[in-house]
């Protein structure tokens, strides 16, 4: 299913979509022999993943496809399958999601989703899973992407061009279902791709609908909606892909990606609050609620020129345009209220996010002539983004038009010693960093204050450094250290400001958060046993905590943080034929700084940590028919220094799939929630003790039945 290699962070080479490359799985869901050699594109390096101090998990076609069929996005797929990845929310917001504590940098074919300036935290929600060939996972704070990978990247690879000449293509046809097989449960998926080849020339273009409904909880309640951050209930989803490319030479190729993907809410229901005290969850209502649904659209173009044997290198080049327009739902929030529009108390309100993005990227790597041991790559990186957020309503400027800049040059190197059994790697990312935030006044709620912008910058040097050992082919053992970094959410900063005469250069501290990751792993690849071991620690001294307000909206603050944790993987095939087992477990501790007094005295709540975890699983597979069961284990946990009332129950869910090879296509039956457990999500369990609105149930047994041909 997955490939586990351990690695350092490479904090500087480009990772395109034109120079894929992994091994096609022998059969369905089973990790191939020899996966070290896979070449992991977010890792952006063509050298083999056994050549990186990384730790990777490389989800391949066939499990994400799978799991998505349980579960139904690449977000929930990724939280499901990997230990060290937070539950969900369930929502369509990815605030309160984190990968070893620390929020993921999710990107496509390398291209960054996150909005830094006012993160509306709907990057896992771009692009539709099918379209989606495999998804790379790389662990912990590193600078691969530049910005936003404080807890690791989780790259989205789109499908590969077709091989042969003449016509190739799928389908999918999908319908789910919950609990009860009430009207209001039904959903449903509709998607086709197809390519063609003709020489050296290509082009793929596909379109996918996608209908999903309102979720039932385990004893068959509808699921409270979130009246702030939006749902992904309850909506229609439309997305377009298409590529064409030009393979120049045998080494060279020029590809354009697009990708459109729109999210819209069918505003068939309102939320209706539950009772904490009497264990009452959270429901909805049928009605429509004031304003206009809530929407998701993200449009990307990217142009790519690649040859991996340019004067005995591998040359990339990249550019990308990237823009998203996120309305979110309204509610009469204290936060949006102005005696100057309308009686305090009465004013409904919603918010739009809009971001654009134009970047580019260049790299050469290549072996030193003479000296083919030490492999150097140099490159440079450059992303300007625009963003702004506004109030539909009444037209005001809620987060000004923002303008930030990046500029990153980088170089790295690759010693390989004694044939292959050591190798050493370290390189430096430049990090030039400016915003742009023009005059502004805030809205009432902070007192209407006027405030001068200015243009804050700060310049970082961002290094790593590691070293593999691989004494015996299939076994590995790597220690690393590595530097990413993120920047504090800009726009909750900027909206907040009620102080009067406030100059942007002086007032705002820009201080990045970078965060320093350490890591030491253990992995065994050998006959019918795969394994790993890493324990890991991370450290910021200014890091970012999010901190809840009463109405559910978040504040930044700035605070110490120190993470560590523990992961441990086995997978195995057994003397049954067919079947395989596999088990992992995250442990993960985090503790901050909350009064600056130098001392670490209170955990990271569960809005910035998740819960120690274990996951089992079992897989079949005999002639037409395969099998899986897993099962995740989220335990318990209390939080010191942190209101008793946010400590977490925990709870345990399992899934099945079931799939048969017809003579035509494959159907398959998936069953999320297989017990149909009640119970409260992570979030809801461990945020706003007294918040009666946001006080969720999970989602209770579902199932899809999907057919899927390839022709």
Do not use: C
């Amino acid at each position: 299913m997955k490939s586990k290699a351990g690695a350092v962070i490479v904090a500087g080479l480009w990772a395109g979509s034109a120079s894929a490359q992994i091994a096609t799985p022998p059969e369905a869901g089973q990790t191939p022999e020899g996966d070290s050699d896979i070449v992991v594109t977010a890792a952006r390096s063509t050298l083999p993943a056994s050549a990186l101090p990384l730790t990777v998990d490389v989800i391949d076609r066939e499990t994400l496809s799978r799991q998505v069929t349980v579960s139904g996005s690449v977000v929930d797929a990724v939280s499901a399958l990997l230990p060290a990845f937070s539950p969900t929310r369930e929502k369509i917001t990815g605030s309160g999601e984190t990968l070893r504590g620390r929020s993921p940098l999710y990107a496509i074919n390398g291209i960054p989703q996150t909005t830094p300036i006012r993160d509306g935290a709907r990057d896992g929600y771009t692009i539709d899973p099918f379209f989606i060939d495999r998804v790379e996972v790389i662990y912990g704070s590193n600078a691969l992407q530049g910005i936003g990978a404080t807890g690791g990247v989780v790259n989205q690879v789109t499908v590969t061009a077709p091989k042969q000449d003449g016509w190739s293509g799928r389908t999918l046809l999908q319908g789910n279902a919950g609990n009860d097989f009430s009207f209001a449960s039904l959903g449903g998926k509709l998607a086709g791709l197809v390519s063609f080849r003709s020489g050296r020339l290509d082009a793929t273009a596909g379109a996918a609908f996608e209908r999903r409904s309102v979720f039932i909880d385990g004893r068959g309640r509808r699921i409270g909606y979130d009246g702030n951050q939006s749902e992904i209930q309850d909506t229609d989803s439309l997305s377009f892909f298409g590529r064409i490319g030009l393979d120049l030479s045998d080494t060279a190729r020029f590809e354009v990606i697009a990708n459109r993907f729109e999210l819209e809410g069918n505003n068939h229901y309102v939320p209706v609050d539950g009772s904490r005290a009497l264990g009452i969850p959270a429901t909805t209502r049928r009605g429509q609620t004031p304003g206009i649904p809530s929407t998701g659209l993200a449009e990307m173009v990217s142009a790519s020129l690649t040859d991996s044997d340019l004067a005995g290198g591998a040359f990339a080049l990249q550019g990308f345009y990237n823009r998203t327009s996120d309305t979110f739902a309204g509610g009469i929030l204290a936060t949006f209220q102005d005696a100057a529009i309308a009686p305090v108390g009465t004013l409904f309100e919603q918010s739009r996010n809009v971001s654009r993005k134009l970047g580019g990227k260049v790299s050469y790597e290549r072996a030193v002539p003479g000296f083919e041991a030490l492999t150097l790559t140099l490159g440079f990186d450059a992303l300007i983004d625009r963003t702004a957020q506004t109030l539909v309503h009444t037209k005001r400027s809620w987060v000004p038009q923002t303008d930030f800049r990046s500029l990153a040059p980088f170089g790295q190197a690759n010693l390989k010693l004694l044939d292959g059994i050591v190798r050493l790697a370290g390189g430096v990312r430049y990090e030039n960093v400016q915003l742009d935030i023009p005059d502004y006044t805030t809205i009432a709620t902070s007192r209407s204050r006027f405030v001068t912008g200015g243009t804050p910058s700060f310049e970082r040097a961002l290094w790593n450094g590691g070293i593999v050992l691989e004494p015996v082919k299939g076994i590995r053992a790597y220690g690393s250290y590595a530097e990413g970094y993120t920047i504090a959410d800009i726009g909750r900063v900027l909206r907040g400001i009620s102080q009067p005469d406030v100059r942007i250069d002086d007032y705002l501290d820009l201080t990045p958060v970078t965060s320093n990751n350490r890591e030491l792993g253990l992995e065994v690849n050998q006959g019918p046993l795969i394994a790993s071991a890493t324990y890991y620690w991370s450290s910021s001294d200014a890091g970012q905590v999010l901190v809840r307000n009463d109405d559910g909206i978040f504040n930044v603050v700035r605070q110490p943080i120190d993470i560590e944790g523990l992961e441990l993987n086995l997978d195995t095939r057994t003397p049954v034929p067919g079947l395989k087992l596999g088990v992992g477990y995250s442990h993960v501790e985090g503790r901050t700084d909350v009064n600056g007094d130098g001392f670490f005295e209170a955990d990271l709540d569960g809005a910035n940590i998740s819960p120690d975890r274990l996951n089992l699983n079992a897989d079949f597979s005999s002639g037409r028919f395969s099998a899986r069961m897993q099962g995740r284990y989220y335990l318990a946990r209390r939080f010191e220094g942190q209101p008793a009332a946010n400590e977490f129950v925990g709870y345990q869910l399992f899934d099945a799939y079931l799939a048969y090879e017809l003579s035509i296509g494959r159907l398959m039956l998936s069953v999320q929630n297989l017990g149909n457990t009640d119970y409260v999500t992570y979030y809801s369990d461990t945020q706003g003790p007294t918040d009666n609105a946001r006080f969720y149930t999970g989602r209770g047994r579902n199932f899809t039945l999907s057919w899927q041909a390839a022709f």
